[in-house]
C-alpha cells in the first residue's frame, strides 16, 4: 500500500554532490519515522539518517556535516543532500519509512564515487 521510489543516484568525482529524491505514496505525517539507509557491496545495510516524527534528526557519525536531510510534506518528499562525497560513500541509498511495526523500503538508488 505504501511506495518508495528513490532518484537521484549516479556517478560522481571524490569531493562533488549530490542529491537524492524520495517520492512516497501516502504522507509522510502518517509514518512514525522516515530515514535514509544504504548498503556498499559485502556490507550490512546501515543508517545513514533517521527522523522521527518527534523530530529531531539523528546523522550517522560518518556523514556528519556532509549530509543533510529534508522534508517536504505537502509533496509527500524526502530529500538527501550528499556533500564532499568520497569513495567510501559508494553505495545502494534507500529511503525508508516505518510505521508501527512495518517498514517500507524503496527499491534503491546507486551511488558511486569515482576518479
Known amino acids: 500500500q505504501v511506495q518508495l521510489v528513490e532518484s537521484g543516484g549516479g556517478l560522481v568525482q571524490p569531493g562533488g554532490s549530490l542529491r537524492l529524491s524520495c517520492a512516497m505514496s501516502?504522507?509522510?505525517?502518517?509514518?512514525?519515522?522516515v530515514a535514509w539507509y544504504r548498503q556498499a557491496p559485502g556490507k550490512e545495510r546501515e543508517m545513514v539518517v533517521v527522523?522521527?516524527?518527534?523530530?529531531?534528526?539523528e546523522y550517522a557519525d560518518s556523514v556528519k556535516g556532509r549530509f543533510s536531510f529534508s522534508t517536504d510534506g505537502a509533496k509527500s518528499m524526502l530529500y538527501l543532500q550528499m556533500n564532499d562525497l568520497n569513495a567510501e560513500d559508494t553505495a545502494v541509498y534507500y529511503c525508508n519509512a516505518n510505521r508501527g511495526l512495518v517498514d517500507y523500503w524503496g527499491q534503491g538508488t546507486q551511488v558511486t564515487v569515482s576518479s
Open positions: 527522523s522521527p516524527n518527534g523530530k529531531s534528526t
Open positions: 501516502v504522507t509522510f505525517f502518517a509514518m512514525d519515522s
